[in-house]
């Protein structure tokens, strides 16, 4: 219901669009230069961004992970932060930080003239920013394949009389392959199917993406151009799809598999280099993540576009706008709690019978559950949105169910893209826990219901609670999906934002970045109480 059920009618809709066997859509949607152009620079940012991504997270993984560098823990904690914080909230951070009406630039008197054209505003600026929202993901990937690197391996080249940096190029980035194979597919996914940092960089400038290409047909077209991009989205789709294949296609080529399973590597002393690399570290830190939310603070401070920050025009005034006078805004606040919180709990209720067949009663069909949980989040988001459009655009029939145009669509697609967040870290702590105790409840007269509920659920709840913790942290201030499905009462965080700053009320759309920014950096000081707990990963900002 959450994952084919959807693909399978947008993939009707393709066919039989309007319920009539008829290509008419498909050739409107591909004839068209707008579908090629944007589609041309899907690819140009999807790669761009993606080798960006994959150049600098593998490098910080390498500093991190390979030598004595201190102050490991915080500052993986800091460098995966922008990965947790919403794209559109990246793009307006950069956006406020380099812009002629920048407080920051105007504080340090480095402002531009007020009418000078932004350069993020560009296929630079947004191949830029792609690269800095998903280099934690590449690092964080090629991180965790490092951890399993065989000490002998390392060990025997560097008593052979290579040097450290012939090792790392023969044997350490070889026995990696896969991971950064596997980042780089899971990086390109993402960057194609971005939505918030081409909407607030590309729009302004006329340069299109195939998703914001759909946003400004449905916005200007509604439910008439469903047909149409649905193609799109599909194309979207065949796009991502062909990233994951060249990933397997690269991975398949060579046998990367290591037989022996010895101690993590010891690092590599850096001797009297290791002050300038960690001092780099922190530099890495500051620009990608300081220095961007630094500017979006202080213009949340300020009255109007252009004001300098003193201490005569500071003002809390767009916070109070924000939370208590705008009712739109209000609202999203409100929308995007119940959203979050209900996604994470049916995830958190979900996950664990679904990991508990995945893992432990293994049938042929089991791995068809877990493909199905695994695909609306493997897909670009606006794939999952046109598909939920076009499954509720009329009432479901037998039961009449009409939810097009009201918030529960929205959560309808959550639950679907974001179930699998809660599932991965289940099904890691099942694999962890010896299954005796409930095999003993099972032979004591337990029934499946009594041991998941006194036995499984107790065993992995950290873990479990944990992919709630991140569900509702990336459901919070969520665009893509609810950029296409909200309507006037159901609005989001994310849809207020892109509201404001397209509305140019940067200073309003500033504020409720910053307090989403602030929410999500609280989530995860308090998630790191119970980090002990867990099971090594589920925490992607733990060291």
């Known amino acids: 219901m959450l994952s084919i059920v959807p693909m399978f009618r947008l993939a009707f809709e393709i066919v039989m669009p309007q319920g009539s066997l008829s290509a008419a859509p498909t050739i409107a949607a591909l004839s068209g230069s707008a579908t090629w152009t944007a589609t041309l620079h ?61 407080p920051f630039l105007k504080l340090i008197g480095m402002a531009p003239p007020l009418g000078t054209r932004n350069p993020l505003y560009s296929t630079g600026g947004i191949i830029a920013l792609l690269g800095v929202q998903y280099a934690p993901l590449v690092f964080l990937m090629v991180r965790a394949g490092l951890r399993k690197l065989p000490r002998e391996l390392v060990e025997a080249g560097l008593s052979s009389g290579a040097g ?23 990086a390109f996914v993402s960057c194609v199917g971005n939505f918030g940092i081409p909407a607030f960089l590309g729009i302004p400038a006329g340069y299109l993406v195939l998703p914001t290409l759909i946003y400004q047909r449905l916005a200007s077209g509604g439910p008439a151009v469903l047909s149409e991009v649905a193609v799109l989205s599909m194309l979207i789709g065949l796009i991502a799809m062909a ?91 409100f929308n995007s709690f119940g959203l979050s919180l209900a996604a994470a709990a049916f995830a958190v209720v979900i996950a664990v019978p679904l990991a508990y067949l995945i893992t432990w009663r293994k049938r042929w069909w089991t791995r068809f559950l877990n493909l199905s949980a695994e695909l609306p989040y493997a897909l ?33 697609a959550y639950l679907a893209r ?62 893509t999906v609810s950029a296409l499905l909200w ?24 504020a409720v970045s910053t307090l989403t920014v602030l929410v999500t950096f609280v989530l995860m000081l308090f998630t790191n109480l119970f980090a002990r707990h867990l099971p090594s990963g589920v925490l992607p900002w733990r060291d």
Request: hydrophobic content about 55%; aromatic content about 10%.
């Open 42 to 102: 899907s690819l140009q940012v999807g790669i761009g961004g993606t080798l960006l991504a994959v150049v600098l997270g593998t490098a910080v993984a390498l500093l991190v992970s390979l030598t004595d560098v201190r102050g490991r823990g915080p500052f993986v904690l800091f460098y995966v932060v922008p990965l947790l914080i919403a794209p559109q909230v990246t793009a307006l951070a950069w956006l406020q930080l380099f812009g002629p009406a920048s």
């Open 164 to 186: 450290r940096w012939t090792v790392v190029g023969t044997i350490i980035l070889p026995l990696m392959t896969p991971s950064i194979i596997g980042a780089t597919a899971l």
């Open 243 to 333: 990233g994951i294949l060249a990933q397997d296609f690269a991975a398949r080529r060579r046998d990367y598999r290591i037989t022996s399973a010895s101690l993590t590597a010891a690092p590599f002393t850096l001797g009297k280099w290791r002050p300038l690399a960690e001092l780099l570290m922190w530099l890495v830190v500051i620009v990608v993540l300081v220095l961007p939310i630094l500017g979006l603070l202080l213009t949340s401070l300020v009255a109007a576009y252009g004001v300098p920050l003193t201490m005569k025009t500071v003002t809390l005034a767009n916070y109070e706008f924000v939370l208590f006078e705008h009712a739109a805004a209000r609202r999203a606040f």
């Open 380 to 412: 670009p988001g606006v794939v999952l949105a046109i598909a939920s459009l076009l499954l509720f655009l009329k009432p479901l029939p037998v039961i009449g169910l009409h939810i097009y145009n009201t918030i529960w669509i929205i959560l309808y």
């Open 418 to 479: 974001f179930l699998v967040l809660a599932l991965r870290p289940t099904i890691s702590g099942l694999h962890q826990i010896d299954r005796s105790l409930e095999e003993a409840a099972q032979v004591a007269g337990a029934g499946l219901y009594r041991r998941l509920r006194t036995i499984v659920f107790p065993l992995v709840a950290p873990a479990t609670l944990a992919g709630g913790v991140l569900i509702f942290m990336t459901a919070f201030s969520e665009l």
């Open 487 to 510: 309507a006037s009462g159901s609005e989001t965080i994310g849809v207020v934002i892109f509201s404001f700053e397209q509305g140019g009320d940067s200073n309003y759309a500033a």
